[in-house]
């Protein structure tokens, strides 16, 4: 079964100070991997996505790597600032369709405390 | 920032009611999604399109109908609301092809009463 687990569940740190968000999939046969990040009340939006070649990418102070061998990924924030705080959704795309379907896990809320 | 949105943002309104949700990009997608969000839940796809004339169900079964006789624009019908249909509604668009970004709107939520 195509799943993507994600931890923690949830997280609170102190603005200034990095963290890492895990992720974990079975999605077969693999695609591509996203890194969202959901503000409350608002759409996704996409800060990274990698392909089976790429085992790391950044976006500013965002870094997402990738290790296709053991399917796991992980987002680090570094110098966290208040407007960090959102859910961060890993999402697994196969590509054993033309849809090229998505996979979602349930996310990691992340609270930054001034 | 996508060009991609959706009315209302918020809907509050009693059971038995029909209601369209409305999703327009001017993007020039081809592909496009809705997705439902509950709480804390991760998402999922209720319907999608490939193009005009085209639209599929999608993973999570649901009560509701979807239309694209435009490329910009995928309403989504709810014909008798019910309390179970309360959830963030998402919609998305894409270009054609498994690596392309998918752009997501700001959503609604629906509240049933």
């Known amino acids: 079964k195509n799943q993507v687990e994600q931890s923690p569940q949830s997280l609170i740190i102190l603005e200034g100070k990095n963290c890492t968000l895990q992720?974990?999939?079975?999605?077969?046969?693999?695609?591509?991997l996203r890194w969202y990040k959901q503000d409350t009340g608002r759409g996704p939006v996409s800060l990274t996505i990698?392909?089976?070649?790429?085992n790391t990418k950044s976006n500013g102070r965002y870094t997402a790597t990738l290790d296709a061998d053991t399917k796991q990924s992980s987002l680090h924030i570094t110098a966290s600032q208040l407007s960090d705080s959102a859910s961060y959704i890993c999402v697994v795309s196969d590509r054993g369709s033309t849809l090229g379907r998505l996979y979602f896990g349930r996310g990691t809320q992340l609270t930054v405390w001034p | 920032e996508a060009d991609i949105y959706q009315t209302p943002r918020y809907l509050v309104i009693g059971t038995g009611k029909k209601i369209t949700l409305e999703c327009s990009q001017t993007?020039?997608?081809?592909?496009m999604y809705w997705y439902q969000q509950d709480p804390g839940m991760e998402l999922h796809l209720i319907h999608y399109?490939?193009?005009?004339?085209?639209?599929e169900k999608g993973d999570l079964s649901s009560e509701s109908t979807v239309s694209r006789i435009r490329t910009e624009h995928f309403p989504l019908t709810l014909e008798s609301a019910r309390p179970s249909h309360t959830s963030q509604y998402l919609c998305?668009?894409?270009?054609?092809?498994?690596?392309?970004?998918?752009?997501f709107g700001p959503g609604t939520r629906l509240t049933v009463t």
């Open positions: 990698m392909t089976f070649s790429e």
């Open positions: 992720c974990n999939y079975t999605v077969s046969p693999f695609s591509n």
């Open positions: 399109s490939y193009g005009v004339n085209s639209t």
């Open positions: 998305a668009s894409s270009e054609t092809g498994t690596a392309y970004e998918q752009y």
């Open positions: 993007m020039g997608h081809d592909k």
